[in-house]
């Protein structure tokens, strides 16, 4: 089973700073299997980048993902306040599909 | 377009089963590859089981294995979690959620259910 870590923890920045997430695999993940979403509190989560690089219907551009192999990046170029929450990478691989624990980005 | 809503919040007896509803509309049943999510409370997000798009099998999560079935209505374009044996660890927050084959990612997710296991 591949292993997704995500750092850091949690992240305190400001309304408009630049958030870098990490997301790495235990063994190397296929790009177009690796994706991101977004849970706000008290709601479901939603999709916001497939295939590592590729945002969502409606997703905005300040959100951009990259990497390959084993390590995948999710950036977040300018804060706004609605972009406060939990982001999650996940893959599937082998009929096996898994989670990193998420990453908290909160307001400092 | 595609929605999927799921049953209410159950309250369970530690060893009792527990059978959780996702009805699709917008879409029939058939054209949807569901799979089930799980948050305990204040954790990240699990994946529970679900069916590969490519041929229509079922897998489960290792953990999960023997107590965790899913099931589908096509006649009402309902799937169903089914979980046995509870524990208090499966306490959580369930969901349910379509794998897309073309963002080969979780596009469309229902509201979750609530689930509390206590005696």
């Known amino acids: 089973e591949i292993v997704l870590t995500q750092s850091p923890g949690t992240l305190s920045l400001s309304p408009g700073e630049r958030a870098t997430l990490s997301c790495r695999a235990s063994q190397s993940v296929r790009s177009s299997f690796l994706a991101w979403y977004q849970q706000r509190p008290g709601q479901a989560p939603s999709l916001l980048i497939y295939g590592a690089s590729t945002r969502a219907t409606g997703i905005p551009d300040r959100f951009s993902g990259s990497g390959s192999g084993t390590d995948f990046t999710l950036t977040i170029s300018r804060l706004e306040p609605e972009d406060f929450a939990v982001y999650y990478c996940q893959q599937f691989e082998n009929s096996l599909w898994t989670f990193g624990k998420g990453t908290k980005v909160e307001i400092k | 377009q595609v929605q999927l809503v799921q049953s209410g919040a159950e309250v369970k007896k530690p060893g009792a089963s527990l059978k959780v509803a996702c009805k699709v509309s917008?879409?029939?049943?058939?054209?949807?590859?569901t799979h089930w999510v799980r948050q305990a409370p204040g954790k990240g997000l699990e994946w529970m089981g679900g069916i590969d798009p490519e041929d229509g099998e079922i897998f489960y999560a290792q953990e999960l294995q023997g107590r965790l079935t899913m099931t589908e209505d096509t006649s009402t374009d309902t799937a169903y979690m089914e979980l046995s044996s509870l524990k208090s660890e499966d306490t959580a927050v369930y969901y349910c959620a379509r794998f897309d084959m073309r963002r080969d990612a979780f596009d469309i997710w229902g509201q979750g259910t609530t689930v509390t296991v206590s005696s």
């Open positions: 917008g879409n029939t049943l058939a054209e949807v590859a």
